[in-house]
Structures are given as C-alpha cells and as structure tokens.
C-alpha cells in the first residue's frame, strides 16, 4: 500500500463527503478549483491530492464526479472492507452507531461492546452490543482492526489496550483523555471540548473585529 500523510487522507475523505453532495444534487463534472472552493483549500493543493489516484481529470471539462468518488473509494477503502468495533454505548456511542449505520459500506461498526447489563446481548442502534468479556473473541471472529472508545476518561486506556492486545491496530478516541499506543497501531484522539472552546475563542475575535 502507498504511504500516505495523514492530512492527504483527511482531505481526501473531504473530497469525498463534497463529492457525494455534488452528486446527489445531480452534478455532473467538477473543477480542481470548485472541489478547492469547497474544502476551503488552493486548486494546486486538490490537484496534487489527487495525483495519488488513478485517475486524471481534463483542463476543458474537469472531473467527471462519479468516476472521481470511485477513484477515491478504490484508494480510501479496502476492496473487502474493514470491520469496526465502539467500545462504550453511552449517549455518543449511541448517536455514533446511529450516525455510521449504511452510511460507507466498506467501513461498518459490525460490534459494540458494554458493561452494563441493560445493554448488552441485544441491538442497540442496528448493532449488537456484546460484553465486555468477550471482547478478544469477538474482535477475533470478526477480523476488527479499527476501534471507537466513547466510554469515560478513567476507563479509556483500560479499553484502549484490550482492544490493542485483542488485534486492533487503529483507535479512534472521543473519551477526553490522552492515551498511549504502541507505534504499530494508529490513534487519533477527539476532543470535542477543545475543538467548542477553540471555536468560541475565535469567534468572539471575529466579533470584536
């Protein structure tokens, strides 16, 4: 697999979000500089995203949205796609499971796991929600390589290496706590207050502007 930075990959994953509303609003083709509008970025900079593609656009009629969508889905995703497990079905696990349900096809929350027993052996949200004690064996079964934490700061690392020693090797984690991985596996961290307290910071600059 060509190795990529992970700002590509995220902006990539915007282009696709972009596209598939372009799409849907029955847009035909699109322009290196109209996808660059969008995403709040430099034509240059969609141009060079997208040379990790197999697929090129013309100067006269630019990019033809569904082939690109498709280029971008044979690059982003696994030809057989990719099982996730959420850890933690509190009030955001809940919307978490509800928000991804269909929504790629190649990349489904197929588990969720608590501890509390008013959860578990049941589906919550289209998705069933095992215990935590089976956790390994299910991670296992269903080949998961991608883990949500959504459960509390104090549990989080708890969770985190379970899901590490179970065969995971990338976390996403919305709990407000830092957590530590080893370098095989790759965490990316959530914090919704800081990105609201960044927002409130700048926008109070704006208005005194």
Not at 33 to 60: F, I, K, T
Not at 87 to 94: E, Q, T, Y
Request: aromatic letters at 6%; one cysteine or more.
């Amino acid at each position: 697999m060509k190795k990529t930075s992970a700002k590509t990959i995220g902006r990539l994953s915007l282009y696709r979000l972009l596209l598939d509303n372009l799409r849907r609003d029955n847009g035909i083709t699109v322009y290196s500089h109209e996808l660059a509008a969008a995403a709040n970025c430099s034509a240059a900079q969609v141009r060079r995203d997208l040379m990790s593609l197999d697929y090129a656009g013309s100067p006269v009629h630019g990019y033809r949205i569904t082939d690109l969508i498709e280029s971008i889905d044979n690059f982003l995703d696994h030809p057989q796609g990719q099982s996730v497990a959420l850890v933690g079905v509190g009030n955001l696990g809940r919307a978490i499971l509800s928000y991804f349900r269909g929504r790629r096809p190649k990349l489904s929350i197929v588990a969720a796991f608590d501890d509390d027993e008013h959860k578990i052996n049941r589906v919550i949200n289209g998705t069933w929600c095992y215990p935590m004690a089976d956790l390994r064996k299910i991670v296992k079964e269903k080949n998961i390589l991608v883990g949500v934490i959504t459960v509390p700061p104090n549990a989080a690392q708890t969770v985190a290496d379970q899901l590490i020693e179970a065969g995971v090797h990338g976390l996403l984690n919305f709990a407000p706590a830092r957590l530590k991985a080893p370098p095989q596996v790759y965490l990316e961290d959530v914090d919704m207050t800081m990105s609201l307290e960044k927002v409130a910071y700048f926008s109070r600059l704006r208005a005194e502007e």
